[in-house]
């Protein structure tokens, strides 16, 4: 099954976001359980709880929901104080996921702001596994995202992925999500479906394809390459349609959720036109 959607905004309540969704047409949904850009983190109540619960099971067209981590987090930092603030608000938000029974949780590493990318995986790691060791037995995974490669930002090489999920506590309770912009900005072409191919035989040597539990479908604002994350609507950026073709008709991908990151435009308009682009793109 093709599970195509979008990031949603939750303004009003975790639970609406699915009402947006239902409104958007999106099989798949992802969402922040919080304020993306504050680091105040509540408990999710019992009855919002209990209104996405029913919202999701009473929804006609989202089947799946995905969270999104806080921008304000950093894994990677060899700053103690700001790493051991990153890992609780991790935590915390784990526990928002879990009580929503959100399938899965997105995260970027972090950067490791100079100190070099050894110490970064190394702080890396020892976040992952202090969030792990807290949240034993949730249902919720964790998910890393490949980034662009921004700065001094950790995890745009599959490589970095690898080292880092590896050396954790528990590998296998770690999976991954990708997103086409960040490839495509680190340098894995997906133009062609020579490059297409090419990229995904990477992904699975090193990471391993059925580890992927989420897409972020987005066009590139800047060219192969530039180590830049800046997302386009889909059509309009230097990925053009056809690498989304070659996802979207991509058989080992049927049942991942796959979610726009794009501008929505007013009223959701590029949102929109993203869905449509993105479906006439799907052989019958
Ligand atoms: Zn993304």
Redesign the pocket.
Known sequence: MLLLGAHISIAGGVDKAIERGEKLGCDAIQIFTQSSRTWKCFPIAVQTQAAFRTALKTAKRVKRVVA?NSYLLNLSTTDSVHRKQSVRFFIDIMNQCESLGIESL?THPGSHKGEGLAAGIRATVQSLNEVMKACAGFETRILM?NTAGQGDCIGHRFEELRSIVSATSDPDRIGF?F?T??AFAAGYDLRTQADYEATFDQFERLLGIKKIGAF?L?DAVKEFGSRVDR?ANIGEGFLGKEPFQFLLNDKRFRGVPMCL?TDPGEDDRKHKKDLKTLRSLVSR
Do not use: A, R, S, Y
Request: with cysteine.
């Open positions: 999104h997105i995202e999500c997103d912009q960040h972020h987005n997302h990151e």
